[in-house]
């Protein structure tokens, strides 16, 4: 896809992987919509943000209505990039934060792809690209609820993929190993740490798919860190 002109919806635009990647859009030319609770430090006349908690539908839907209001309905791009992670004993996980993960991590991408889908396939055109894990294809102790959100993730990606394809739309679906963001401020055990990977050098790869020939479709990608060293805090 020539990315200049073109719209794109990033969803948890405030910190990481997100803010990086809609940097790197503005710089290819592209509108870009960013989604998250809080506003990022980025002003620029191709970018509007728009508040919104993934995990409630009405929000999604109000931030879908001021994103079209002010952009207009053929988005290119929709990166689901919003998620965290938080870790116990599946038995001490509290049921409401248990649910919560699931609703920001797995129905806010639902909640946004299927109002995004309809004009892609009407106009046979587009580029969805899910944020999963490494924590998508393994499992973790104290891991169940972030593993297993990033598990539906992957099933997801993979069944909108075969979905969609014949409508000329690509699903890539990302398995990134540890990323040195804010992802692991509320994380106990581990400290984010400049031997994980880059936030920046996420966002050029997920670029670099969107980027690829019309005729190319990249389902999914697996990323880890070379060396990556844990310091515990
Ligand atoms: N860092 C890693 O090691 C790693 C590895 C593999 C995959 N990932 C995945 O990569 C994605 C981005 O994470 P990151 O590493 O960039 O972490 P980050 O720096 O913590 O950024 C997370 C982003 O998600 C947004 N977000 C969180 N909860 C939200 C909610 N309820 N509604 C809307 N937005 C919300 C945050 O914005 P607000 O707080 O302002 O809402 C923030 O912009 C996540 O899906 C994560 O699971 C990360």
């Known amino acids: 896809m020539q990315l200049d002109g073109r719209i794109a919806i990033v969803t948890g635009v405030s910190k990481g992987i997100g803010l990086e990647l809609a940097k790197l859009l503005l710089e290819k030319g592209m509108q870009v919509a960013g989604w998250s609770r809080t506003a990022p430090e980025l002003t620029h006349d191709n970018f509007f943000f728009t508040p919104v908690d993934m995990g409630v539908e009405e929000e999604v839907e109000k931030a879908y209505q001021a994103t079209v209001a002010h952009f207009g309905a053929d988005i290119d791009v929709l990166v689901n990039n919003a998620g965290y992670g938080a870790f116990n ?101 581990t400290e984010a740490n400049p031997t994980m990977l ?12 969107l980027e690829m020939p019309d005729n190319f479709n990249t389902s999914e990608v697996e990323i880890r860190p070379m060396r990556v060293k844990y310091k515990a805090p």
Not at 198 to 209: F, P
């Open 89 to 189: 004993y599946l038995e001490q996980f509290d049921s409401a934060a248990w649910e919560k993960m699931f609703a920001v991590n797995v129905h806010g991408i639902y909640y946004v792809t299927k109002r995004v889908l309809p004009n892609m396939k009407q106009r046979e055109y587009g580029h969805i690209v899910n944020l999963s894990s490494i924590a998508g294809k393994n499992g973790i102790p104290q891991g169940t609820a972030y593993c297993g959100t990033k598990h539906a993730v992957r099933g997801l990606s993979e069944s909108l993929y075969r979905e969609v394809k014949d409508h000329n739309i690509k699903v890539t679906c990302l398995f990134p190993g540890s990323v040195d963001t804010h992802f692991f401020d509320e994380v106990k055990g």
């Open 198 to 209: 880059h936030a920046d050098d996420v966002a050029q790869l997920i670029v670099h798919q």
